[in-house]
Each structure stands twice: as C-alpha cells, then as structure tokens.
C-alpha cells in the first residue's frame, strides 16, 4: 500500500489511519511524501512505528512518487491510495477476498464521492461510484476500438492490483500527472485483463475539494488525447476500420442503438474484410490513418 502526498497535511492524518485500522495483518504500507511544507511531516511522524517506509523529498509528481513506492513494495497486491482520500472499515478484506475467490488480476469496488467535510458531492457518476464492465465488451458491434473513444476507469481508491500486472504491462506513466491510472486501466483492459467488479461494496471515498486533481478538468485534456493515440496504436486493422467507423457514427449523430441497426446486415463482411486486412504482410496493408494512430 502506498500513499503519495505533497502539502496535504488537512487531510494525510485521517488516510493514514483508514489505511492503519484496517487491521489488516499482511500489510506494508509506505508514504511517499514530495517535500511538504506544511505540517504533513509532522503527522507522518506519529506514526511512523507502523510505517515500513517512508520519504519526503522533491520528486517529478505523482507518477515519480508511486515509482518510489512500487520499487520497494514486495507484496502481491499493490495499491495506493491519495493523501486526501481514505479506506472505509473492511476494505482490504473485502478486496483481498475478491481476487482470491474470482481469479481475476485486478478487483475494482464502490467509491463514495465527497466534499471536504464528508457530505455526499454529486458527480457526473452519481454520489457513488460504481464500477461498470467494460463498454467494448457489451455488445456485438462493440470491440477494443471503443476503449480509445470512451477509456475505461473505475474508481482508483477502491482498485486492487496482482503484482504480476505491473510486471506484465509496465506502471504508470511518469509523463502523466492526471490520467495515468485511468491509462493503466484502459491498458489492462485492452490487453483481456478485466477486473473483478465489486459494485456493492463501498470501499473507499474520494474527497472532492478545490485543492484535487479532479477539481479542473481542463488540465486533463492533453493527457487524454495522448491515452487516445498510445491505445489507438495497438489496435488491429480491422479494429481500425471499427473505430473509423464509430468515429463517422458519432460525427453524425447517431446513437449507440443507430450504429447497430445501420451496421448489423453488412457487420459480417466488415468483419471478414477486416480479418483480411490482418493477414496482410504488414509493407502493403492499406494504411487507415486517423488523428488517434498519430505519434505523440
């Protein structure tokens, strides 16, 4: 468990406790601070006898700060969690009790969204995050290209991860200070490693305040598009031709159900069109370029 933070000495003392007071027995927890100022120094301190490791110098961001905590973290499940959010009672338990019951490589819970004082902060999600399977595998014209339209995150404090992934896929991505996890997610996704989804259980809460990441998504933006080019890279032709397609859909205004029905009677032969594409000898495959296919 990790908990990287920077001047968050408001909200670290209650994270680090909900980490602390799970009671888990099993557990190494490590707090990767970026030189704070404030008193977040001061709180780590007092509980530094249940700290296994713990930093506080200048680093490159959050991302830099995680990479810290992974390279020394030697369990088989890893998460983090931020300096302003916290575990409800039970969490690891619950998540633990998943993975090992389900097989899966990565469980994904329930998350309450809320303000600085704990009030319920409606979101575009709802006052509780729940996660959801993801979108390219719900029907039959869906596919991997959906992933680079509509990437698939759920919510970060309440995901568990098997080491193996990071060992498999690589981390987070160090350029990226705002969707590196929703990245990572996407990623796994893409490459058949769906989580475990635990929607009824609540297992942490993000606290919404004017000082988060999530306060401004504006300052998303260039990050996003970047996740959209590195993932558009890895589909096949024929999944490019999908996602040419969905692209012209949604220029037009056609909804989910639209795109069905316009697609369904000629979908076989794009499909088969596309498995032809595939066995092309890669120097003379037609080359389907589109604006997420470019290089960052």
């Known amino acids: 468990?990790?908990?990287?933070?920077?001047?968050?000495?408001?909200?670290?003392?209650?994270?680090?406790?909900?980490?602390?007071?799970?009671?888990?027995?099993?557990?190494?927890?490590?707090?990767?601070?970026?030189?704070?100022?404030?008193?977040?120094?001061?709180?780590i301190r007092r509980y530094e006898g249940r700290i296994d490791w713990w930093v506080s110098e200048p680093d490159e961001g959050q991302t830099d700060a995680l990479s810290k905590g992974f390279e020394r973290a030697t369990g088989e499940v890893i998460a983090f969690i931020n300096s302003d959010d916290y575990y409800l009672p039970g969490a690891f338990e619950k998540a633990i009790g998943a993975l090992e019951?389900?097989?899966?490589?990565?469980?994904?819970?329930?998350?309450?969204n809320v303000d600085e004082h704990d009030r319920p902060r409606e979101t575009p999600v709802g006052p509780v995050w729940v996660p959801a399977p993801p979108e390219h595998l719900k029907a039959r014209t869906s596919g991997r290209h959906l992933l680079v339209l509509n990437p698939y995150v759920v919510a970060q404090p309440a995901s568990f991860w098997r080491r193996e992934l990071f060992e498999s896929y690589g981390g987070f991505r160090e350029d990226m200070h705002f969707a590196f996890d929703g990245e990572f997610m996407t990623r796994l996704v893409m490459a058949g490693e769906v989580p475990a989804l635990l929607p009824d259980d609540v297992l942490a809460a993000c606290v919404l305040h004017s000082g988060a990441k999530s306060a401004n998504f504006d300052s998303w933006d260039s990050e996003l598009k970047?996740?959209?080019?590195?993932?558009?890279?890895?589909?096949?032709?024929?999944?490019?031709?999908?996602?040419?397609?969905?692209?012209?859909?949604?220029?037009?205004?056609?909804?989910?159900?639209?795109?069905?029905?316009?697609?369904?009677?000629?979908?076989?032969?794009?499909r088969f069109a596309g498995r032809l594409l595939d066995l092309l000898p890669e120097r003379i495959r037609p080359k389907i370029r589109t604006r997420d296919r470019r290089a960052s």
Do not use: C
């Open 1 to 43: 468990m990790i908990t990287p933070t920077l001047n968050q000495g408001k909200f670290i003392e209650r994270t680090i406790k909900s980490v602390l007071d799970q009671g888990y027995g099993d557990l190494e927890y490590m707090v990767v601070d970026g030189g704070s100022t404030d008193e977040t120094l001061e709180i």
């Open 101 to 112: 019951k389900s097989g899966a490589s990565w469980v994904a819970g329930a998350a309450l």
């Open 226 to 270: 970047l996740q959209r080019r590195v993932h558009a890279r890895e589909l096949t032709a024929s999944e490019r031709v999908w996602l040419r397609l969905t692209q012209m859909a949604r220029f037009l205004w056609l909804d989910r159900l639209a795109f069905q029905i316009r697609f369904r009677l000629i979908h076989p032969g794009l």
